[in-house]
C-alpha cells in the first residue's frame, strides 16, 4: 500500500519556487494528527488543502500593502466544504493573497484556487471575505472581496492599494494607501464606488439627490473616513431601495 507521503510526492512535483503542502510538513507519527498553537487537533485530510509557497515579508518594506499589518486569528472556508479555524492569516491587498503564519514553517502564501473564503478576527468585529466575480470591474476570474453583513445592497469592496510618492528631508520614497472600490446592487444594477464622497452618491442617484442630502444634514452626518461612508450607505439603504 502507498504511503500517504509517496502519493503527495506523486501529486505534486517541486519546480521553481517552493511549494508546501502542510500534510508533508507535518510528522506522521502513529496516530498524531496536526495541531494548531491553540493545540485544536484538525484532521489530516483538512490540512492538505493548505497549500503554497514560502512568502517574503512585505511588511519590512511596506505595511501598507495589507488589510492589516498584523496576523489575526481566522477561518478559512475551502472549497470542499472543509473549514480550518483558529489559523493565524493575513490578507496582502496589492497582491491579493491570503498569508498564513504557520506553526514551526514561517509565512506561507496561500494558493487560493482551493480557498472559498475566509474571516480576520480582530477584537469584536469580523471581517469576511469570498470570492466574486464582478463583471463591470472586468474579472475574468473571480477574486476575494470583503462582504458587509446586515444590509439589503449586497455591499462589498474590493480591498485595492495605489501607490504614492511620499517624500522625508527631501528623500523620495513611495508608500502603499488603501483605495477600497464598493460594490453594491440596487434593483439588479451594479453600482462601483471609487471615490468616498456624497457628491459620488448624488452622481449615481441624481433623481434621489435631495431625500439623500436631508437625510445627511438631519442626521448631521459627516464622512471623514471609510466607515463613516459605510455607515451612510446603510443609512440611506431604504432611500435607495425605494421606487
Request: aromatic share 14%; with cysteine; net charge positive.
Amino acid at each position: 500500500m502507498i504511503s500517504f507521503l509517496a502519493r503527495i510526492k506523486a501529486r505534486f512535483q517541486l519546480t521553481g519556487s517552493i511549494l508546501i503542502v502542510v500534510g508533508i510538513l507535518i510528522p506522521q507519527i502513529g496516530n498524531s494528527q496536526p495541531q494548531a498553537k491553540n493545540n485544536t487537533v484538525y484532521d489530516e485530510q483538512v490540512y492538505q488543502q493548505l497549500i503554497g509557497k514560502s512568502y517574503f515579508d512585505k511588511s519590512l518594506v511596506n505595511k501598507g500593502i495589507f488589510f492589516r499589518s498584523t496576523f489575526l486569528p481566522g477561518k478559512i472556508v475551502f472549497t470542499s466544504g472543509d473549514s480550518i479555524d483558529k489559523v493565524f492569516v493575513r490578507y496582502e491587498c496589492l497582491s491579493e493573497k491570503l498569508i498564513w503564519l504557520s506553526d514551526g514553517y514561517g509565512q506561507i502564501e496561500l494558493d487560493d484556487i482551493n480557498i472559498n473564503s475566509f474571516e480576520l478576527k480582530n477584537a469584536d468585529t469580523t471581517f469576511f471575505f469570498a470570492k466574486r466575480k464582478v463583471k463591470s470591474l472586468g474579472d475574468s476570474i473571480p477574486r476575494f472581496y470583503q462582504i458587509y453583513p446586515g444590509n439589503n445592497l449586497g455591499l462589498m469592496a474590493l480591498r485595492k492599494v495605489v501607490r504614492k510618492d511620499s517624500y522625508m528631508k527631501k528623500k523620495k520614497f513611495y508608500i502603499y494607501a488603501p483605495a477600497p472600490v464598493f460594490v453594491f446592487t440596487v434593483r439588479d444594477k451594479e453600482y462601483i464606488l471609487k471615490s468616498l464622497k456624497l457628491k459620488t452618491l448624488y452622481t449615481l442617484f441624481p433623481e434621489k439627490k435631495e431625500a439623500i442630502q436631508k437625510q445627511a444634514n438631519s442626521a448631521s452626518f459627516r464622512i471623514k473616513n471609510e466607515n463613516d461612508f459605510v455607515a451612510f450607505l446603510q443609512l440611506i439603504e431604504p432611500i435607495l431601495l425605494e421606487n
